[in-house]
């Protein structure tokens, strides 16, 4: 009777503590729309990708990194205005997109940085960027490379 008792008491503490954990958003919860590059002028100067990212989970899910084999180091960077007209440019922190919710990645915004290029982003071509989630998730998206005056994904 004694293993019984335990059992359920187990049984029941651990179905409380599975209930006050936190679901994570799973990175199939992910819609990427309207990735987009323009081309670059050889491989000194950093690209920039756009996109919009849509959570269509109930859980919030968290953006925390990028890989391409286009570029050494892709990193998301946020650009701001000041009152001043000043324009500055630093990396963002991890993003959390809420459950329903989308982050757009554009220019003069958030976007995906591109430094140390392995080759020159060429209008008509296209590459692999890989979003990296907290959950362990990823999702690879295939960015167009538009031409170098391009101001959006319909150019």
């Given at each position: 009777?004694?293993?019984?008792?335990?059992?359920?008491a187990?049984?029941?503490?651990?179905?409380?503590?599975?209930?006050?954990?936190?679901?994570?958003a799973?990175?199939?919860?992910?819609?990427?729309?309207?990735?987009?590059?323009?081309?670059?002028?050889?491989?000194?100067?950093?690209?920039?990708?756009?996109?919009?990212?849509?959570?269509?989970?109930?859980?919030?899910?968290?953006?925390?990194g990028?890989?391409?084999p286009?570029?050494?180091?892709?990193?998301?960077?946020?650009?701001?205005t000041?009152?001043?007209?000043v324009?500055?440019m630093?990396?963002?922190d991890e993003?959390?997109?809420?459950p329903?919710?989308?982050?757009?990645?554009?220019?003069?915004g958030?976007?995906?940085?591109?430094?140390?290029?392995q080759?020159?982003?060429?209008?008509g071509e296209?590459?692999?960027?890989?979003l990296?989630f907290?959950?362990?998730?990823?999702?690879?998206?295939?960015?167009p490379?538009?031409?170098?005056?391009?101001?959006g994904?319909n150019?």
């Amino acid at each position: 009777m004694r293993t019984f008792f335990t059992t359920g008491a187990l049984t029941a503490l651990l179905s409380s503590a599975a209930a006050l954990t936190p679901a994570l958003a799973g990175s199939e919860d992910v819609v990427v729309e309207g990735a987009w590059s323009r081309a670059s002028i050889g491989m000194n100067r950093p690209g920039a990708a756009y996109m919009t990212i849509r959570n269509t989970g109930d859980t919030p899910l968290t953006l925390i990194g990028l890989v391409t084999p286009l570029a050494m180091m892709p990193e998301i960077h946020e650009s701001k205005t000041n009152a001043d007209g000043v324009s500055s440019m630093a990396p963002a922190d991890e993003i959390t997109i809420a459950p329903g919710e989308s982050v757009s990645l554009e220019p003069g915004g958030l976007h995906a940085m591109l430094m140390q290029l392995q080759t020159p982003m060429t209008e008509g071509e296209s590459y692999p960027l890989t979003l990296l989630f907290d959950d362990g998730g990823e999702v690879t998206v295939e960015v167009p490379i538009l031409g170098i005056a391009a101001r959006g994904p319909n150019d």
